[in-house]
């Protein structure tokens, strides 16, 4: 059993261009498929952080899309920045330290400023037109409607959300639903093929992330489709989906290389 308790740190002072943003509409779309299905994804010093479901070992692969909302620096007074995206990431552990962490499959940023992460750093950030059209009841903190839409070659993806008081956190292969909420919501390392096929890492830090349940009318996720992790029929009954209007992260630059 983990206790987020355990795992929620002492923010690390900013500096550099270490940035500070809010994360509007932010959801966790979660897939859970069989663990073959992530061959030859990362390199071996990273291992799936399988999950048994029903006597067989799946990986959790997550589809978070949200507005970077007052993106700006966490140092000093600089402009701030709105603009959509979506990241894609699963479930590793980095055998090295034994730590939790999330592997990148990329990114869609609906900004100019994506020549910095895609040109500078070489990350793999690819544009994408991301809108959302969101109604939330302020009264419950729940959403009547969520949709989010993204137009990219690279990823094109829809997905429709909507939440009641009904909504309950059931978490297959997890003692409890804590423990299920540090595996999902609390990686704070995250690794990715740099555009140059180098492997890259950057870390972010969070206060605990007051998520929600909610129910997934429809999705659509092209990269998942394509890479054959999730097919286009699977997408439609997901392993779980958490929603938190806002919350505010931390992001430690610039992103280094892993030797």
């Given at each position: ?91 590793i ?11 990148f ?11 910095v ?52 956190m ?17 990686p ?12 890259g ?11 929600k349940p ?19 029929a699977?997408q ?11 919350n ?12």
């Open positions: 059993m983990r206790k987020l308790a355990d795992y929620i740190t002492k923010r690390p002072k900013p500096k550099g261009i270490d940035v500070l943003c809010g994360l509007k509409h932010f959801a966790i779309i979660t897939y859970a498929v069989p663990a073959d299905r992530f061959k030859g994804l990362f390199p071996a010093r990273f291992k799936l952080d399988v999950v048994e479901i029903d006597g067989q070992e799946m990986g959790l692969i997550s589809v978070v899309p949200f507005i970077d909302v007052d993106f700006t620096s966490a140092v000093f007074p600089f402009p701030k920045f709105t603009m959509g995206q979506t990241n894609y990431r699963i479930y552990i980095d055998t090295k330290n034994g730590e939790r962490c999330v592997w499959l990329g990114t869609t940023l609906d900004s100019w400023t994506l020549a992460p895609r040109y500078l750093w070489n990350l793999p950030w690819h544009s994408g037109e991301v809108n959302f059209d969101c109604v939330l009841n302020e009264s419950t903190g729940l959403y009547e409607k969520y949709h989010m839409e993204t137009s990219s070659s690279w990823a094109k993806a829809s997905v429709d959300i909507v939440q009641s008081e009904s909504d309950e059931v978490f297959d292969g997890f003692p409890d639903a804590e423990s299920a909420l540090v595996y999902l919501t609390h704070l390392a995250g690794f990715y093929y740099r555009r140059d096929n180098k492997v890492t950057y870390r972010v830090w969070h206060k605990e992330l007051k998520v909610a129910k997934l009318k429809s999705a659509n996720f092209k990269l998942l489709s394509d890479l054959g992790i999730v097919e286009q699977e439609h009954t997901p392993y779980s989906v958490l929603v938190e209007p806002i505010e992260f931390t992001i430690y630059l610039p992103p280094t290389i892993v030797e």
